[in-house]
């Protein structure tokens, strides 16, 4: 009687859904949800590494608003999202019909392609750091021995070829990321679409603009977007590369608030740096998101 | 085996009603088609009888069992789906067997069941291969012997034979049928084609929009049909529906079409002057040549078909569609007369549907 | 991903040359920016210093291939202890996640429950939390429930960005898998449990396996949680230890590093070469929804 009664429990979906999702919910809840709200609260108080802090309201922030080179992180980070993101989708675009060709060994360009995205971040970085480097940078050499130079360029060293430098690595691990994703929506377009345009006379470019573009869309949005909060959100490149310098000029939100934080030992400054990004994400994931909703409805909505 | 009851079913998905209080009692043994146009609630119905769909309102008793609040696994019922659902991972033995794994029961049953299944349906050859790795009609078969194994109270199907190609179609509908011969379960057959349930049925449930029209044996159904819907869906080509007002002639009731055009109605109670609808199926309309009795009309296309010729002509401004066994050829706009056969024609009232 | 066959199609009007202008020399052009800093990662790595640091010859050669810079790291670091560290932190994590987001996605997308929508939603929301934002408060959680420079505060963390992927992704999964099966099971008699182990996971085993190896090389590379939580030496993952072990002040011993970088990296690059499609099918199916 007693296990009857446990089954009936067991078969109805309401009590067996909120057993399934407990394990994830919990996790979830105590290390995302909790800390998600902890963060912003530290924001708000003089918290340091050892001692927790009282509140203290919107004095980070007002500190942080005065502080010249928050503000240039700010710009940093507007800076790196936009140009890598454009340049990612650019030459991702590209790639992806380029190899979205006829061509030979194509499942195997399409896997070493990808390379630079499966590698982590940090060790690849580490390759760029040495392709960078002052004295031995073998870019560098061979510009000079194509005669285009005369002295080694100092990549990281100067503020705006440093920002350039940190873009680039950034292009680099993105675009196979952006490349792979639009090859796969490419794959979904019918060839009989191209074919009748073929027959309706449509030149390659008026068959890209008419039939691959707005096919396209709804995954190009959706890959932007990832392509843009990852961008946004970015870490690990810049501090492997030049750690914000030189004079801070590369530094990025999410690298500030980690110096400040951790080496620095200021917690409540870098919690209210971190939050300070929240803003920017949300408006990326509307932006998107209805961006997305409006482009349903201009397609008449009725297929996913 | 069981006999299966539905008292004043109801369902609701959210505000919108779908099924609207069925009633239905289906006997033991009996082979029930339950038949309509496409989102009529004959799956929804037949999903509160399997236990897929939670019940509204309403009764269902299986065997003396009320089983509104009974799990599937234990209303002893065995289901066949539209798209098979064949397990893909499974090899075919062990789809018919999974449900005895699940019990429990002795490998020697399993087996013993299962080569017992396969030799009525014809699978001995394909147990141990997987889903696909064969035919539409072969997967169809496994999903039947999946059901058998179980030796269910109840068979419930679910459009079984809509996948498959027309030929096998109306081979899986006679293996079916004497499948039923053999094991006499009770069976409950949704389908949306109208010639699967005349051929399948002993009982036919007809609806439309959730709401039962009328029950009968096929041939009830098509002698009598209860309502304009009906008549109109069972039989193909469809009968015809001509619009004109009851008359009383010298050779006795007959339905005025226009002005000097009338049908004979065969007799009826309903006073002269009534509006009303005139059913004719196409084979109880009979061709005559132009000198002959009957009412004048024009033909647009004939169709032989080879067992018989298929007439489709306008008389008194309607489209009319008759049936000959006889090899006509008219050319189009040939002029012929049409007669209605004695007896035949069913009279229906042109507001509720009805039959008169 | 069904692999299409593609047909040759118009392609018969391309000219040859005009092929190679317009596909053959970009793809090569991309291939060779996308590779190289591979093959100067392998190549520094055997390098001897000598040949490093001197500014004549050819530099995209090398003369007199070394393992020394291998030795070094293997011998005078604690690189083997990072790359156990990772490995168990990886597997650990993958494992805990891919067990958690089983029964999720199964919740979510199959038994309907009340509010099982808006907790896909959610879902997907904390799969967009990136961790440059978690990292200050959840070390002050790390520090406070004392597991600070302990593998638990990895293991116990990684799965914030790894459940929200898996669930995502192997939610697609599920709702590929016709209902009639689900129901079928149950007619036959199988409870839930039944359902989600005997129907349900053996049809998801591509998605599994997609789900598993993306959260083994999202944890593989993590970096900035590692770099917060831990600080002795022996309990640092490899992309930490790389990048704050092997540079001594302001003497970069590039060989080492470019081992050490390569050595990282070659787990996650076999898994990756036995399992591209799945790999592929993840990325891309956690984008297409
Ligand atoms: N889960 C559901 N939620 C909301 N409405 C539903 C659901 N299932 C069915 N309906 C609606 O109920 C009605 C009946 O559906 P049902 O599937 O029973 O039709 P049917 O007669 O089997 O049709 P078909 O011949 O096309 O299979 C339809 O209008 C359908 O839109
Ligand atoms: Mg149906």
Known sequence: MRSQTLNRWLDNRNVLGLLFMLPAAAILLVFLTYPLGLGVWLGFTDAKVGRGGGWIGLENYQWLWEDSVFRLSIFNTFLYTVVASVIKFVLGLWLALLLNRHLPFKSFLRAIVLLPFIVPTVLSAIAFWWIYDAQFSVLSWTLVKMGLIDEYINFLGEPNLARASTIAANVWRGVPFVAICLLAGLQTISPALYEAAAIDGATPWQQFRNITLPMLSPIIAVVMTFSVLFTFTDFQLIWVLTRGGPINATHLMATLSFQRAIPGGALGEGAAIATAMIPFLLAAILFSYFGLQRRKWQQGGADK | ?356 | MAEKEQREGMHYLESLPRRWVTVYIPLLLFLFVLLFPFYWMGLTAFKPDAELLSSGGNPFWVMEPTLEHFRKLFIDTSYPEWMWNTVIISVVSTFVSLAASVFAAYAIERLRFKGSRQLGLAIFLAYLVPPSILFIPLATMVFQLGMFDSRWALILTYPTFLIPFCTWLLMGYFRSIPFELEECALIDGATRWQILTRIVLPLAVPGLISAGIFAFTLSWNEFIYALTFISASENKTVPVGVITELVEGDVYHWGSLMAGALVGSLPVAVMYSFFVEYYVAGMTGAVKE
């Open chain 2, 1 to 356: 085996m069981a006999s299966v009851s539905l008292k004043q079913v109801r369902k609701s998905f959210g505000h919108t009603e779908v099924v609207h209080g069925v009633d239905v009692s289906i006997d033991d043994g009996e082979f029930v088609v339950l038949v309509g146009p496409s989102g009529c609630g004959k799956s929804t119905l037949l999903r509160m009888i399997a236990g897929l769909e939670e019940i509204t309102d309403g009764e269902i008793y299986i065997g003396d069992r009320l089983v509104n609040a009974i799990a599937p696994k234990q209303r002893d019922i065995a289901m066949v789906f539209q798209n098979y659902a064949l397990y893909p991972h499974m090899t075919v033995f062990d789809n018919m067997a999974f449900s005895m794994k699940l019990a429990g029961r002795s490998k020697r049953e399993q087996r013993e069941r299962v080569d017992e299944a396969a030799r009525i349906l014809g699978l001995e050859e394909y147990l141990e291969r997987f889903p696909r790795q064969l035919s539409g009609g072969q997967r169809q078969r496994v999903a039947m012997g999946r059901a058998i194994v179980r030796k269910p109270q109840v068979f419930l199907f679910d459009e079984p034979l809509s996948n498959l190609d027309a030929k096998l179609r109306v081979q899986m509908r006679t293996e079916i049928r004497e499948l039923h011969q053999r094991l006499k379960t009770t069976s409950v057959y949704v389908t949306h084609d109208q010639i699967e349930a005349m051929t399948m049925a002993d009982k036919i449930v007809v609806m439309n929009g959730g709401h039962v029209e009328q029950i009968g044996s096929p041939l009830d159904l098509y002698d009598y049909p209860a309502n304009l819907f009906v008549a109109g869906f069972i039989g193909s080509p469809a009968m015809n529906f001509l619009h004109g007002s009851l008359v009383t002639t010298t050779s006795g009731r007959a339905v005025r079409l226009a002005p000097d055009c009338t049908l004979a109605a065969g007799p009826t109670e309903e006073p002269d002057g009534r509006k009303v609808v005139l059913g004719v199926r196409p084979e109880h309309l009979v061709i005559n040549g132009p000198a002959a009795a009957g009412v004048e009309a024009e033909v647009i296309v004939t169709e032989p078909t080879g067992a018989d010729t298929q007439v489709f002509c306008r008389m008194a401004g309607r489209e009319v569609a008759a049936i000959s066994r006889e090899r006509h050829l008219f050319a189009p706009t040939t002029r012929i007369r049409l007669d209605v056969m004695e007896g035949k024609a069913c009279l229906f009232d042109p507001e509720t549907g009805q039959r008169l």
